[in-house]
């Protein structure tokens, strides 16, 4: 009997740390939908985008080879070098501010005032470019990507909580670096925008876009920072399921649990989307460990969606959005 | 004395003048020229021509729908008029976004009130000072020394604007939850946190008990006596445009039916006829 108490709480961890993975998701869509009430679906390509760059620019790959080789019959692979982690990152998180930039002029410039399904529309085409310039631009194989992370079961956690408990915790050390790190960006942004004066800037167009203007606030640089910190936060969340599972083409799937856990934690709240995260995470490995065998299992593909429905039945605002109140 | 329309017949323009009561008065600050705007087919605005001068309190005042709103718009680059000139600190202003004529120094109010409601007090009025910090976005991000200093001596500057319009007692207040008269207050404070050469009232008073229009028209007052602003502002109630008030113009169904001390504009029977709704033949 304590076991299945134990093994229920390791699922239970271990839940909780997939949801940081849909938590990451969820807050870089928070971000752009505060700033601009755009409802960004290119979030989880984003991220996608950014573990693709990653690898490419760590293993010194040529963008475009494919294409490039088979336009002029040569036969280039690669640069031949080999970034260190964190140079990379750096590189593909200056990749991710370009991307905002051109995303700003080409796209958004062009739909100021547009009804918000416009917008919508705009980010689902940004979405399948996205994907389709991954592809060409670094192939569609999946890559393994390692940026120095610790991966693996902690043999520390393992041994000790056998001792204490008589059973060993199996929680892996890349989940726990997840959690770590999605904390710590969740603290600096919070920091940034309560403290720093682009912050405030930031939360002035989130409020009032017509007094945002009338204090001198440039609409289309905020839009270009907001852009930037999603891009951010996409790559932080690349970093983390692409050390884990490979850099694939699914993670755009993964990523669209971001939707039920912004239903359930609110779309412009970002304790909202870290808390809505963990509960779905932890929700659906629980779910399938005690229900799933009565139903047949396979549950985590629609436990997340019924529970945002009930939550949308309930309680439309989330656990942590603003309550909706039309306006006479 | 002047009721003219265009600015170069304007026998004032060179050098100021002295106000009653011993204030100077300098040259021009801002000047409208041959102003038209057409929302479609409505004009709005229809060939008005002005200027604000340093130091100066100016008020625009006229019926409603008569175009003041409109006038402040184009003043502050919310709206782009057809034609005309606009002119501020003595060179002619190419179209600008209103952030860029923020960034100028010409800060405004709202006539409905544009806060930012879910912000405390504090933050509302020290947005107000974000054209005036320095610091690069890396500073800021990193919280270099640069960016800390300036958060400090901007947040010093703001508690003197909050000690001067005596709203202490609501820094804290999410502005959305502060009644009416001092919201108009704190969007006050966040324009004059700005430290602008020109401020942009719409209607400040609007609304507003009689007790209240008094502290109000005593800090408009003492922002011009203080700290040297060019005030335009737009107010209906005549008794305190009267009293506020260096010039006037005066609109009526988008054209400029008068200009100049609060006197002549009383006594001008154009202006006598808009307000008594003579009918416009
Ligand atoms: N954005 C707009 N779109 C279309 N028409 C407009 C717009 N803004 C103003 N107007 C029109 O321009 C005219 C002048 O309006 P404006 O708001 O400038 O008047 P006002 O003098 O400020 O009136 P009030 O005293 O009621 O505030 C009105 O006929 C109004 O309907
Ligand atoms: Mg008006």
Redesign the pocket.
């Known amino acids: 009997m304590p076991d299945t108490f134990f093994y229920a709480l390791e699922v239970s961890l271990n839940g909780l740390m997939a949801g940081v993975m849909y938590s990451l998701v969820a807050l870089g869509f928070v971000l752009i939908f505060k700033a601009s009430g755009i409802f960004n679906y290119a979030q989880g390509v984003l991220a996608l985008f950014a573990a693709l760059t990653l690898v490419g620019l760590q293993n010194g790959q040529v963008p475009f080879a494919h294409l490039i080789n088979a336009v002029f019959g040569t036969s280039i692979h690669g640069f031949g070098w080999q970034l260190p982690g964190i140079i990379a990152i750096l590189l593909t998180a200056l990749v991710m501010v370009g991307l905002a930039i051109l995303i700003e002029r080409y796209i958004l410039k062009h739909l100021v005032n547009q009804e918000p399904i416009i917008l919508f529309m705009a980010t689902i085409g940004l979405a399948y470019f996205l994907e389709g310039l991954g592809d060409v631009m670094w192939g569609a194989d999946i890559k393994k990507l390692d940026v120095g992370l610790p991966q693996g079961i902690s043999d520390a956690i393992e041994s000790t909580t056998y001792e204490w408990f008589g059973y060993g915790f199996f929680i892996d050390r890349l989940d726990m670096v997840a959690a770590v790190v999605a904390a710590l960006l969740v603290a600096s942004l919070t920091l940034f925008s309560q403290y720093t004066k682009y912050g405030r800037a930031l939360r002035a167009v989130a409020d009032d876009h017509q007094a945002a203007l009338s204090v001198g606030i440039s609409l289309r640089f905020i839009w270009v920072l907001v852009w930037s910190i999603a891009g951010f936060v996409a790559l932080v969340a690349g970093i983390m399921w692409g050390s884990k599972s490979g850099v694939q083409f699914s993670l755009s799937l993964i990523a669209l649990k971001a939707l039920p856990v912004l239903m359930l934690g609110g779309f412009t709240s970002i304790p909202g989307a870290i808390v809505g995260g963990l509960i779905i995470g932890m929700g659906e490995k629980l779910f399938e460990f005690f229900i799933g065998p009565l139903v047949g299992g396979a549950t985590e593909n629609w436990f997340a969606y019924v529970l945002a429905l009930l939550f949308l039945v309930f309680r439309p605002q989330g656990l942590f959005g603003e309550k909706i109140i039309e306006r006479v | 004395m002047n009721l003219q329309d265009t600015p170069q017949d304007n026998p004032m323009t060179a050098e100021g003048y002295t106000t009653p009561d011993g204030r100077k008065i300098g040259g021009v600050l801002m000047e409208m020229r041959n102003i038209t705007l057409r ?1 479609g087919g ?1 004009k ?1 605005i229809t060939d008005i021509s002005f200027d604000i001068r340093e130091g100066e309190i100016r008020a625009i005042i ?1 019926p ?8 402040l718009n184009v003043i502050s680059g919310f709206y782009v008029p057809q034609e005309g000139e606009v002119w501020f600190r003595g060179r002619k202003r190419p179209p600008m976004k209103p952030y860029q004529v923020a960034r100028q120094g010409i800060a405004r109010t709202f ?1 409905n009130i544009a806060l930012f409601e879910g912000m405390s007090v504090l933050d509302n009025i020290m947005t107000g000072r974000l054209t005036l910090m320095k610091s690069g976005i890396l500073q800021q991000a990193m919280w270099w020394g640069r960016a800390e200093r300036e958060e400090t001596e901007h947040r010093e500057k703001v508690e003197k604007i909050i000690d001067f319009l005596e709203i202490q007692h609501i820094r804290k207040t999410p502005v959305g939850r502060l009644p009416y008269g001092l919201k108009k207050r704190v969007e006050l404070a966040r324009a004059l946190a700005a430290e602008p050469r020109l401020l942009l009232l719409d ?1 400040p008073m609007a609304g507003m008990n009689v007790e209240e229009k008094e502290d109000m028209s005593r800090f408009i007052l003492d922002v011009n006596d203080e700290f040297g602003t060019t005030i335009a502002l ?1 107010e ?1 109630d005549m008794g305190v445009v009267m009293d506020l008030s260096d010039r006037v113009v005066v ?1 009526d169904y ?1 054209k400029k039916i008068g200009d100049g001390t609060p006197d002549e504009v009383r006594n001008n029977q154009a202006v006598i006829d808009a307000y008594l709704g003579v009918a416009h033949d």
Not at chain 2, 64 to 71: D, E, P, Q, R, V
């Open positions: 929302f409505v709005a006229g409603n729908g008569a175009g003041k709103s409109s006038m006539q209607e737009i209906h609109m988008g």
